[in-house]
């Protein structure tokens, strides 16, 4: 049988090489007829062991799969933005991990999407973001999951003017040009405002720049108004002449993420567990010692302290599970983001969440009581 394949693969091959051959006649300035022979047969065999073996590399596929979810990393690229950098500073992630020969590696951020691009893409295992970041990572086709939701802040987000502009309500808004993040939950947040006075996103001229960019912008006089969170949302109120128009508070009611990509999620459930549990106990530790958080972050932050206690102190601490009520809140993030066309597609969050029994699995007991 193999003979037989092999004889009809190679009258095919060399049926279609001399004739190819008569049409390029100067191949054989080039190519030896026995050069010519030998490249045949070899792509003969080459396709031979291909055909023969194509069973048993699915097979082998399969079993790698099954038998890669035993295989415990050695590495975590923990993706961060500064508003989760007292975790990175306090170390003890490396502290949990070391023991079980695990390592972290940390990359900071601007926002949430471009964190979500590079999970994305293989470049980071885990991260946080706001609510808006995974919903257009979605709809992008970006293979990320949810592991855990982060309590809400509303406080901590806000819609700054320059201290003399003349904007002094929501509805003088209209027509300026607002600069936030594209798909961050600053972009929420400007969208949630509109909406609760009566304005459409399309009254606005929306300006997309990352946070830096947007301070300068602000600076400069370039655009009426920003659409931030903190920490750049306190930095601006000490030293970009900002005023505060109006800020999330009693609307903003969603909260971020931790997400992983799918690869991560599904093959490393003890170190997310191990993860969660250190990020719980920190968020725990830092409601009980707001003024140290703040004396901790200050010089990492180059913030004046009193106003870095200002932005601690608006901060509500804690990460919760992922529940229907979280989910169905996402899904409605989801909703009025298509209802604009800010994404291409509808999409079903679900999709990007684990089963009640793998999230039982990870997330501490504190945060399953």
């Known amino acids: 049988m193999i003979n037989f394949i092999f004889y009809k693969i190679s009258t095919a091959l060399k049926r279609f090489w001399f004739s190819y051959v008569v049409r390029q006649h100067k191949f054989f300035s080039v ?13 003969c065999l080459s396709l ?14 399969n079993v790698s799969a099954n038998n890669s979810t035993q295989n415990k990393a050695t590495l975590v690229r923990f993706g961060y933005q500064k508003s989760a950098i007292l975790l990175k500073s306090k170390g003890l992630l490396e502290k949990r991990l070391q023991p079980e020969g695990v390592s972290v590696e940390w990359i900071e951020f601007p926002a949430g999407p471009q964190l979500l691009e590079a999970m994305n893409v293989g470049s980071i295992d885990i991260g946080h973001t706001g609510e808006s970041p995974p919903i257009f990572a979605q709809a992008a086709g970006a293979a990320i999951t949810y592991i855990a939701g982060i309590i809400p802040s509303p406080a901590n987000s806000a819609i700054l003017v320059p201290q003399n502009s003349a904007i002094k309500t929501v509805n003088d808004l209209k027509g300026k040009k607002i600069a936030f993040q594209k798909g961050s939950s600053a972009h929420y947040l400007l969208v949630q405002i509109l909406e609760k006075y009566g304005l459409k996103y399309s009254d ?14 602000f600076v400069k006089g370039s655009i009426d108004a920003w659409s931030i969170w903190d920490p750049f949302y306190a930095a601006a109120e000490e030293s970009a002449n900002a005023r505060v128009l109006i800020d999330g508070a009693g609307i903003n009611k969603q909260g971020g993420y931790y997400l992983a990509s799918q690869k991560f999620a599904n ?39 009193e106003t870095m206690k200002k932005s601690t102190n608006r ?6 599970p992922i529940t229907q009520e979280l989910i169905t809140l996402q899904q409605q993030v989801a909703d009025k983001f298509y209802e604009l066309k800010l994404i291409p597609k509808p999409i079903d969050v679900k999709q990007a969440m684990l089963t009640p029994e793998q999230y039982a699995a990870f997330s501490p007991k504190t945060l399953n009581n």
């Open 31 to 43: 190519v030896p007829l026995s050069v010519a022979g030998a490249f045949i047969t070899g792509l």
């Open 48 to 61: 031979l062991f291909a055909a023969c073996t194509t069973q048993n590399t699915s097979n082998t596929t």
């Open 315 to 320: 901060r509500n601490f804690g990460i919760r």
């Open 267 to 305: 093959q490393q459930p003890e170190i997310i567990k191990a993860i969660l549990e250190e990020i719980q106990s920190l968020e725990t530790w830092s409601a009980q010692n707001r003024d140290e958080v703040a004396t901790t972050l200050a010089p990492i932050l180059g913030i004046d302290l």
């Open 204 to 217: 606005i001229q929306p300006i997309y720049l990352p946070p830096a960019d947007a301070r300068a912008a």
